[in-house]
């Protein structure tokens, strides 16, 4: 019956016979005409089977040259430069959409039965392609209506149903999918009234012809340039999906680019070409895309950083399927070893034995294998790129490190910039080839990015960068070390706060260079995305070994400089929010004390723990040091009766304890003699959040960021540069101090911080209460001791003027590295001003 989902041809082209369901388009994208439902149930099963739809399938403008913008003479359609948001008018906007729009309906158009549609990729990590079908048209809808285009929904059943996709937490997240999807027909109705409207938008909007200036990220334009990047973002999500499923289920439309011809096809040729390795020497790069740049960007790609690179070597070209082959065979996916246990898990869970787009051809012990193209089973292209997930990335670098005996591994983000052609101080669109040349164009010239080719091609077929790299972008994607961060002076965008906060949580890796699918801003010189390790996508390999420095190279000085997955800040840089993360003498002690004082405090379990052991039970108990003592404060003045109005925080360290107690108190102090501790408690109260590092092993680090609790009130915290012994005079007294301190201290339980709690100048009012906490990494010195009984004026004050009311042990858990911890079990004791004396 109508909107059946079996495993029927899918036609929407109305003929005679059938008066099969579907909407009629005209060249000018309007439509005509509503053809209704055929009461004939069974239309859709006995229409004349063809491969492929007709113009009536194109909600827009379909596929032909002349009619949509980015078809050529040949009939085959590519992607158009990505626009100059500086130069642009309606025109050139109309053309963009009209090309961005007919390019996912051409990639749809290649599913062949409605199974295709509703089948679940067989992995479950992701919503069956009808999701992806109707998204991009919802977002459309949805981001409208946030700039204040639209005042109501078209569809808000299917704008709600089609708003979110999935990012599951592991690769063992599996799920059945239960959703009632709606049918084909309805979706492809909407996305018909979708496109009217949108356009309808366009045409109507100012942009930089009509306004005489730019548009840029706070001009409610910006919403349909971001709606336009988002819809090309699903091409390769969709691309992927398509790729994974039975073959038979998909057919390219003749419009849509055909796989390039493979050229070495024998086992004899499968090392071909030589892939040496190619030296960069230690230098400068510059990462963050200028807020003045012309092109849409997603948030993540803004803010600056300047980075000090040590000299490295990399692969000159992508890894390939030949080489990729000598792993298999030799049993890499059958050996623990070249594993993590993520890893493993996976390769274990699914039975891997190959990469996902091989395909058996034979016995499973002769090694033949095909190749799977998103629509085409070829015979294997021994040197096209492999694609692969994180995980098979890293073991092939852990396989070819024991067979060459030298640590190999994948290139980081700033290693890609130092393989890239230099970029003046003030780039421009002349820089960035996926604002000058279509698809079409960059075919010519062999580069396989913008949708130049339907398929990857060799890895030696494109020009080499000016440092000797093949495909630094495009062909597939190159997995990084880093873990996917923000970069200093990252900010949210209103039109879209959840693009990239979710995935800095330190469990999506970094995906650089654009694939031979990556469109618009995924194919420029500024595109930065993240994917789970465990998920693959046209994803590849490239080779990377650090080199040592000679000593007295820039590479290994200490002036002001910090490390960043094996590169090293520059003198002058501010880590995030424009926060310096290290002391002015770059030790790297300091930048060590920093990182752990940011997972101390803000830090997840799992963030603590990390993916190389199991969060054990004394760990969970462990964790939490900050907010738990916190609890303990409050919890002991409710139950004196105590109004909880002020609080001071002494040894503050960033800041974790004074905002929790925002949570309790209506006014906090934090104090500590670290500026750098200072100033990202300020920058966290600004912006909310602060990335980080974690140390891993070695090298390894990963990528955080601190994010506050909803619950915190960060307008009630403020922040003060001082020493503990020598507290500011004027800072008044409060119902609460908080006296834990930070891993750089050893002033916080001074005898003249102690003398500051009693007298007439005392930090705390009478009946106040006083937290102390044993210095944190020297339990030889004992807080409680000092306080009562250590002879000195101070402590013969305080045991005059304070009674004890609690004494616990309160365990806490410092990470050293992925397989070294420190649990420490400081005394903690709470204390009641109940004699105040003025002299």
């Known amino acids: 019956m109508l909107g059946d989902k079996g495993d029927t041809p899918l036609l929407l082209n109305k003929s005679p016979a059938t008066g099969d369901v579907g909407v009629i388009v005209d060249h000018t994208g309007d439509t005509k005409r509503d053809i209704q439902a055929s009461s004939n149930a069974t239309s859709l099963r006995t229409a004349p089977h063809s491969l492929y739809r007709d113009e009536r399938w194109f909600t827009g403008k379909a596929p032909y040259a002349g009619i949509c913008p980015g078809v050529n003479d040949s009939g085959i359609i590519s992607s158009l430069p990505l626009p100059n948001l500086a130069t642009s008018g309606q025109p ?21 039965t409605r199974a295709a ?18 998204h991009p048209a919802a977002f459309y809808i949805n981001k409208l209506r946030v700039a204040g285009y639209l005042n109501s929904p078209i569809n808000a059943h299917l704008e709600a149903l089609l708003e ?50 730019p548009i840029n990220m706070d001009d409610p334009a910006w919403a349909i340039v971001m709606a336009f990047e988002h819809d090309r973002i699903h091409l390769e999500t969709s691309s992927v999906l398509m790729r994974e499923l039975p073959v038979d289920l998909v057919s390219r439309h003749p419009a849509w680019p055909g796989p390039t011809a493979a050229a070495r096809t024998s086992r004899e040729e499968r090392l071909l070409p030589a892939n040496e390795m190619v030296s960069v020497p230690a230098g400068e790069v510059s990462l963050g895309k200028p807020n003045d740049f012309p092109s849409f960007g997603w948030d993540n790609e803004y803010g600056s950083q300047r980075l000090k690179v040590g000299a490295f070597q990399a692969s000159r070209y992508l890894i390939s399927n030949g080489e990729f082959y000598d792993f298999v065979v030799s049993g890499g996916y059958r050996e623990r070893r070249f594993w993590s246990d993520d890893g493993w898990g996976q390769v274990r869970l699914h039975n891997k034995k190959w990469p996902r787009f091989w395909v058996l051809d034979g016995p499973a012990g002769l090694h033949e294998y095909r190749l799977r193209t998103v629509f085409d089973v070829i015979p294997m292209a021994w ?5 692969v997930n994180y995980h098979e990335a890293k073991a092939f670098c852990s396989w070819r490190s024991e067979r060459s005996g030298t640590t190999l591994r994948i290139m980081t983000e700033a ?28 075919a010519r010239q062999g580069i396989n990015l913008n949708l130049a080719f339907g398929s990857e091609t060799p890895t030696d077929g494109s020009p080499l960068s000016a440092s000797g790299f093949g495909d630094v972008f495009g062909n597939v994607w190159q997995w990084c070390e880093d873990a996917f961060a923000p970069l200093p002076g990252f900010a949210v965008h209103p039109y879209y706060e959840d693009f990239s906060t979710p995935f800095y949580e330190g469990q999506h890796q970094l995906l650089l260079g654009g694939s031979f699918i990556a469109t618009g801003d995924e194919a420029s010189i500024w595109g930065r995305i993240p994917f789970r390790p465990h998920f693959l996508q046209h994803s590849g390999i490239r080779l990377a070994r650090s080199v040592a420095e000679p000593a007295g190279n820039g590479a290994g000085t200490r002036n002001g400089t910090g490390t960043r997955n094996g590169v090293r800040e520059s003198n002058g840089t501010t880590a995030r929010n424009g926060v310096s993360s290290y002391s002015g003498d770059g030790d790297c002690d300091v930048t060590r004390a920093f990182n752990q004082c940011m997972l101390l405090h803000y830090g997840s379990v799992a963030e603590t723990v990390g993916p190389a052991l199991p969060a054990v039970s004394w760990m969970e108990l462990a964790h939490g040091f900050v907010q738990r003592v916190v609890n303990l404060l409050v919890e002991t003045a409710q139950a004196q009766g105590l109004e909880l109005r002020s609080a001071l925080d002494v040894g503050c360290a960033v800041g974790g304890a004074s905002f929790a107690l ?41 990528n955080l960021l601190a994010r506050l609790n909803t619950s915190v ?30 891993p750089r201290s050893s002033r916080v339980h001074s005898t003249a911080f102690f003398e500051r709690l009693c007298g007439p100048d005392a930090v705390v009012r009478p009946g106040g209460l006083v937290l102390l906490v044993d210095d944190i990494l020297d339990c030889q010195s004992n807080a409680t001791e000092n306080a009562a009984s250590n002879g000195s004026s101070g402590g013969m004050r305080m045991a005059s003027e304070y009674e004890p009311l609690r004494s616990c042990d309160v365990p806490m858990i410092i990470r050293e590295h992925e397989r070294h911890f420190q649990h420490i079990v400081p005394r903690v004791t709470v204390w009641q001003r109940v004699n105040a004396r003025q002299s």
């Open 92 to 112: 050139e906007l109309l053309q963009y959409f009209d090309n961005t729009w007919t390019l996912q309906e051409t990639l749809f158009a290649g599913l062949r």
């Open 117 to 134: 549609f509703y089948r679940q990729p067989d992995h479950k990590l992701r919503h069956p392609l009808i999701f992806y079908y109707g």
């Open 164 to 213: 979110a996709g999935v990012d599951e937490n592991s690769w063992d997240d599996l799920a059945k999918d239960v959703t009632d999807w709606p049918a084909v027909e309805e979706v492809h109705e909407y996305r018909a009234k979708v496109y009217r409207l949108a356009r309808e938008v366009i045409a109507t909007t100012k942009f930089a012809t009509e306004l005489g200036r």
């Open 383 to 387: 040197d096209w790129p492999v694609c």
């Open 415 to 442: 290693e890609h910039h130092r393989m890239r052609d230099p970029l003046p101080d003030n780039p421009g669109c002349k820089d960035d080839m996926a604002m000058h040349s279509d698809g079409h164009q960059l």
């Open 662 to 702: 925002t949570q309790h108190f209506s006014s906090v102090v934090g104090v500590d003699e670290d500026q750098v501790f200072i100033e990202t408690a300020r920058a966290m109260a600004r912006a909310g959040n602060q990335a980080y590092q974690r140390y891993d092993r070695g090298q390894r680090v990963t």
């Open 713 to 742: 009130r960060p307008e009630r915290v403020s922040f003060q540069l001082a020493e503990a012994s020598i507290l500011p005079t004027g800072i008044g007294s409060f119902d609460a101090v908080l006296a834990v301190g930070n």
